[in-house]
């Protein structure tokens, strides 16, 4: 990452796995109430889709975005695109979501894209890489909500030993440095574990600067 990244001093984490800083249950009960009613709002405006890898599998997770710019996956690839499937503009991203970006990236340039996936019973995501986005100099900030999830990470490169660290309702994880395209994924959710969520299950948002 460049020295000219605009970042400033961020707090201490909790621990940190291979450049991944994580800071555990930064996100008091009453925050964590208060993001899930404005990420609602969010959902009602840009509905949970499930997206296509391009090799035509579907991914066991749901998704959608806010932002200037949404994540999309389908058998044309992996991109960010300024719409919904459905044709809509993606909503704004809450001020909820940006006081946490604000808090533990301290950037002074605010994320343009937040990704929204919905882990249900039995979803789970493969070792990946962030490298869609046009500039990795930027951070991605990792916010988990509800079920805790089995976070692996791994390597620069697809291969070797990975270490793994249970995320919990109120976790969130910064991506960023050296650490920026390290691999990682979400092996699996305990289902049931948190009462967030009505019917359960796990949100992950990831706040990025795409563009």
């Known amino acids: 990452m460049s020295k000219n990244s605009q970042c400033l001093t961020t707090p201490e984490p909790s621990?940190?796995?291979?450049?991944?800083k994580i800071y555990k249950e930064l996100l008091s009960k009453g925050q964590q109430i208060t993001m899930i009613a404005d990420l609602r709002r969010v959902v009602h405006q840009a509905p949970l889709f499930g997206p296509v890898m391009p090799s035509g599998r579907r991914m066991s997770v749901q998704m959608t975005s806010c932002g200037m710019l949404g994540w999309i996956s389908d058998k044309a690839g992996y991109r960010y695109e300024k719409r919904h499937p459905s044709g809509v503009p993606w909503p704004p991203i809450p001020g909820s979501v940006l006081d946490i970006w604000r808090q533990v990236s301290t950037c002074r340039?605010?994320?343009?894209?937040?990704l929204i996936n919905l882990y249900r019973e039995g979803a789970r995501m493969g070792l990946h890489q962030d490298a869609d986005e046009a500039d990795f100099r930027w951070p991605v900030v990792s916010v988990s909500l509800g079920d805790d999830g089995l976070f692996r990470i791994g390597n620069l490169q697809r291969g070797g030993t990975t270490e793994s660290i249970w995320l919990q309702s109120g976790d969130v994880v910064v991506m960023g440095g050296n650490a920026r395209l390290v691999y990682h994924g979400?092996?699996?959710?305990?289902?049931?574990?948190?009462?967030?969520?009505?019917?359960?299950?796990?949100?992950n948002l990831t706040l990025r600067v795409a563009a």
């Open 15 to 20: 621990c940190e796995v291979r450049g991944f």
């Open 109 to 114: 340039r605010i994320p343009d894209s937040c």
């Open 186 to 203: 979400i092996d699996r959710i305990r289902f049931g574990s948190s009462k967030l969520l009505s019917n359960g299950g796990r949100l």
